[in-house]
């Protein structure tokens, strides 16, 4: 009996860990590298509720250069919100979003600002496309910082989970295998441990597709207010495909260690 809880627990314990790695290993790999998160982003930034997001944050920075601007702003905004989706901004946004996503992970919230001075410029040059007779200048200095980031102290805890997210990625699957093996064996030998290790990974991959599709809802069902709430609901469209394949391949890994454990010895070798 002690046997068959201590094995209950070390199984479920490891399923958990393993899930913990899933996570984190998705996250090392798609938010917390600097140059796929920068890629990741130039492509939510296309989504129409984010670039109308930033098109209001840019359009009033641009009103605030020019006051006379003032009874344009609306058409101001949509001409920034057009430009925001152009796919000639690729380079731009990569090149602004790189360095502030280093800074973040690398602890130097405080450095984090998007240096979008370009983007003022092609807003003003299609504004002066839409209406020659306007007198514009671009902002001097179009920064977007804290206003649109976030919060310094968010900024700064992002920074310290990045560091716990990197070592979980390897270190809590690796202890979740070896626990369910344990578990495993202490039920009935190696065949055994190879069945709870692969039953452990199907369980895992589950529960994690269970948690992306409870995601998607919620991500949903979020109302856009500004471009932190946009880019969350564009984000995860943007990153659940990924996880939906991360998920199969743990399961289809899990289905066929599973298996494994079923076949038979040869009886010639015994």
């Known amino acids: 009996m002690a046997s068959r809880i201590g094995a209950g627990i070390l199984a479920v314990l490891g399923t958990l860990l393993l899930i913990v790695g899933i996570v984190a290993g998705f996250a090392r790999y798609e938010v917390l590298d600097s140059a796929r998160f920068a890629a990741n982003a130039d492509q939510i930034r296309k989504d129409p509720q984010v670039a109308n997001q930033l098109g209001i944050v840019i359009g009033d920075r641009v009103v605030a250069a020019n006051p006379d601007l003032r009874l344009l702003r609306p058409l101001v905004q949509r001409t920034a919100t057009s430009v925001l989706t152009k796919d000639s901004l690729t380079p731009l946004v990569a090149g602004a979003v790189q360095p502030v996503h280093e800074a973040i992970v690398s602890g130097r919230a405080s450095d984090a600002a998007l240096e979008l001075n370009q983007v003022g410029a092609q807003v003003v040059e299609a504004l002066h496309t839409v209406r020659p007779d306007l007198q514009i200048s671009a902002p001097s200095d179009l920064t977007v910082g804290q206003q649109v980031l976030g919060a310094q102290q968010a900024l700064e805890t992002a920074a310290k989970a ?31 441990a190879i069945r709870w290790l692969g039953v452990g990974l199907i369980c895992a991959a589950a529960i994690f597709a269970i948690v992306v599709g409870v995601g998607a809802l919620l991500a949903h069902s979020i109302a856009v207010t500004s471009v932190a709430t946009a880019s969350i609901k564009a984000g995860w469209a943007q990153f659940a495909p990924t996880m939906w394949i991360l998920a199969g391949i743990v399961a289809a890994v899990g289905v066929v260690v599973t298996a494994l454990s079923h076949l038979r010895k040869d009886p010639q070798r015994g």
């Open 162 to 192: 990045s560091r716990w997210v990197s070592l979980a990625s390897w270190l809590s699957p690796l202890i979740g295998v070896l626990l369910l093996l344990v578990a495993g064996g202490l039920r009935g030998g190696g065949r055994r």
